[in-house]
């Protein structure tokens, strides 16, 4: 049984790259703005699906799941929004109306691998850490998208799970578990949510920026409170230092 799923999670990860491979090259040539451009789009997107596929191969024991195989479709998703969006960051062309559908079908489908694996009682740590990583790719790359339309600043949108992520390193306490939070779940959805508003043709760009500007206000909110609560509880015999999120997607 082990060999099977082991090489059934092997199966899922490649299966991943490849359908990435080939729509992204397909993608690529369609709305190709020049090489360069081209092979940087499909780069970016190479990254997103490639740390997706890794997650999976890195599990010891390696396994992978039915909410896996959804998390990994939204990361070939998330992906293709990139391949989309990379071009226009250098460009300045308006995204594609395609790249709005992409990008929708990849939040969308952020509502379906956790109550998958709920009820498949497949709810792990390793899933959770790759639901979240496709979701900061997502709205990371749908913030490359906004840039070129309504200002660079949106970019600070994409950056800033990875700005807190690499404060971790210089400060370890900062990579602690949190409590489940609905108000963190729910500005966390409102990010990609505002990206794709903004996205949507015949959205003014006042009303886009807007937007954009809640979502970034929120983010900082949100943000800023579990830094402080996790700088309160950096000791380790603290009751916040002794929280573990609960292994829910």
Known sequence: MDSRTAERASSDAKAAVAAYGVAGI??????????GLQVASLAAGAVVVGG???????????????????T????VLVGLVGVLAIPGLFTG???DPLLVVVGCAAFILDAVDGPVARRTGTASAAGARLDTSTDAALVLVL???TAAAIGSWTLCIGAAYYVFQAAGYFRPHLRGSLPASA????????????LLLALVPG???AFAATALALALALLVFSFTRDVVELERGRGAGS???KVRRPLIR
């Not at 108000?183 to 505002?194: E, N, S, T, V």
């Open 203 to 205: 959205v003014t760009p």
């Open 93 to 95: 062309r308006p995204a």
């Open 143 to 145: 913030s490359f998208a």
């Open 183 to 194: 108000a963190r779940k729910a500005i966390g959805a409102f990010q990609p949510f505002a």
């Open 26 to 35: 397909w993608l690529s040539t369609v709305f190709s703005t020049g090489l």
């Open 72 to 75: 990994l479709l939204r990361a």
């Open 239 to 241: 009751p916040a230092a």
């Open 52 to 70: 997706a596929a890794a997650s999976i191969l890195r599990r010891a024991p390696r396994f992978s799941t039915p909410a896996d195989r959804i």
